[in-house]
């Protein structure tokens, strides 16, 4: 019989509170990233350029499927366009508007 076939989830979940509750070096925050709990850090002017290439790029012309290939077969993953969205799913929304 195994040790394990006779544990609860509360079991589990407290060993591994007893394992995780100990001071672990490799689970601590490395000393180049600790910054006391007040500490402002404003992006400098290199990181700002860093993240701006590319935006100003225009995007490229891409060209109609049709004009590649004439009644060219839709995609059959696509998603449907006339499909109502996930979220409104969620929130409850039937697509009927008169409400």
Do not use: C, W
């Amino acid at each position: 019989m195994d040790l394990n076939d006779d544990k609860t989830s509360a079991d589990f979940e407290y060993e591994r509170y007893e394992l995780l509750k100990e001071y672990r070096p490799e689970n601590d925050i490395p000393d180049d990233d600790l910054l006391p709990h007040d500490t402002r850090i404003a992006q400098g002017i290199s990181e700002q350029d860093a993240s701006s290439v590319g935006q100003d790029d225009p995007l490229p012309d891409v060209p109609d499927a049709d004009a590649i290939q004439k009644d060219s077969p839709v995609d059959p993953v696509a998603p449907d366009p006339d499909a109502m969205h996930g979220t409104d799913l969620l929130n409850g929304f039937d697509g009927d508007e008169t409400e």
